[in-house]
């Protein structure tokens, strides 16, 4: 009964490689977000869906495209993956958009080798 | 641009003892503040907040405390238990261009000894 669920947990790749991070929440939210925490262990947010409409892009690189089938679910595709790109992956969702409470999933463990 | 900082990477206290973790903005739009933590492999978790018209906000052992003239925070745990050692975030929301995204500190990893 995981209320956000990110698959995979930890996931090793070379570089170059194409990969995805799924992300689910049965909380029946509307927004839904992917944040990045870097080796720098900054926690810094890269995109923000609401009900399945973008609506935060932090300047992230257009190799990192979200894809939002339906509110529920924000999965994550990188392209051509790079060494920097390694780091842990945080999917989270929020009742509606503005002040409240952000939920985060367990996070996805990216390693580019 | 870090407009959140925690500049205390680690804490480490005892067992009944108080926690004290400290948090400074840059940001004097800031009008509300949340503090997560977060355990090892897991996501982080929203713990409590604090609005700008209130300078403390109780939540049982957990109380925050805001300066905001100082431009600080902080986060008073007591008593201290060993199930409180984690790494704890400071975050602020931001509004950019129409939205509003939170900001985070680099955290600060509380451990608890007994």
Not at chain 1, 68 to 80: E, F, G, R, V, Y
């Amino acid at each position: 009964d995981t209320a956000v669920s990110q698959t995979p947990k930890y996931l090793v790749t070379q570089m170059g490689n194409d990969k995805s991070i799924k992300c689910e929440q049965n909380l029946g939210h509307d927004t839904m977000y992917w944040y990045k925490q870097d080796s720098k262990k900054f926690l810094k947010i890269m995109f923000s869906y609401n009900n399945k409409e973008l609506i935060i892009n932090e300047t992230v690189p257009n190799r990192f495209s979200p894809k939002s089938p339906d509110k529920a679910h924000l999965n994550l595709h990188i392209n051509s993956l790079e060494l920097g790109d390694s780091a842990v992956y945080f999917c989270a969702s929020s009742r509606a958009l503005g002040r409240n409470t952000i939920y985060f999933g367990e996070g996805s463990w990216l390693t580019v080798v | 641009d870090q407009q959140v900082k925690q500049n205390s990477p680690s804490l480490s206290v005892q067992e009944g003892r108080i926690s004290i973790l400290n948090c400074d903005y840059t940001n004097s739009m800031f009008d509300y503040f949340l503090w997560y933590k977060k355990y090892p492999a897991e996501g982080p978790t929203f713990l409590i907040s604090i609005s700008s018209i209130k300078d403390k906000n109780e939540d049982g052992r957990f109380t925050v405390f805001l300066n905001k003239s100082a431009k600080h925070l902080s986060l008073h745990i007591v008593p201290s238990q060993p199930g409180d050692s984690a790494v704890y975030f400071c975050a602020a929301p931001h509004t950019q261009g129409g939205s509003e995204k939170l900001v985070f500190g680099k955290g600060t990893k509380l451990t608890v000894n007994p």
